[in-house]
């Protein structure tokens, strides 16, 4: 990611600064844009200080792997309740009344290793989210666990009798 800021002098540039999508920040004064493109930002910089204006290009990391987000509590306990649900899962598919292959949290379960490996990395991403910040990987991957959950729980409500409504709650730590 790169962020171009454009300060001076800039009143006579404004409209073509708002067409490149800048934004006008009253408090620094300047205007500023960011953008994943590399060469249209040194493309934009080089434009704007060759019409006198003093520009700052920074490019900063988008790393996946950079620890910076915290789950809330409300995935955690839905991580949590994960535990519960795996358990009934697998007593579903020892008597029966589940069978290989399915799908939970956008991971198709084919085998009893599968489903082992799914039961393993629940636990390990609720203790991730448990004990520090976690990675967009990560992240991404709880979400989608938490997502199937609580689909999972607005459709046990739904069974259960509860108007949509009510049910349709389940979704709103989302």
């Not at 300060?7 to 600064?17: A, D, I, P, S, V």
């Not at 953008?35 to 490019?59: C, H, I, N, P, V």
């Not at 799908?103 to 609720?126: G, Q």
Request: aromatic share 12%; net charge negative.
């Amino acid at each position: 990611m790169f962020k171009l800021l454009v300060e001076g002098n800039t009143f006579e540039h404004r409209e073509n600064l708002k067409n490149n999508k800048f934004r006008w920040d009253p408090a620094k004064r300047n205007w500023s844009k960011t953008s994943e493109d590399g060469e249209l930002m040194k493309s934009l910089a080089r434009e704007y200080s060759e019409q006198g204006l003093q520009t700052t290009l920074t490019a900063f990391g988008n790393d996946r792997n950079e620890r910076k987000y915290f789950v809330k509590e409300s995935w955690i306990f839905n991580l949590e309740s994960m535990h519960d649900m795996l358990w009934v899962l697998e007593n579903d598919i020892d008597e029966g009344r589940l069978q290989f292959p399915f799908t939970i949290a956008n991971k198709e379960i084919k085998n009893w290793d599968d489903f082992e490996s799914l039961r393993n990395e629940c636990y390990e991403m609720e203790h991730i989210a448990k004990s520090r910040k976690v990675t967009s990987r990560e992240y991404n991957r709880i979400r989608s666990i938490v997502a199937w959950r609580v689909e999972i729980r607005y459709a046990v409500c739904m069974a259960a009798g509860m108007s949509e409504s009510e049910a349709g709650k389940c979704f709103e730590d989302m």
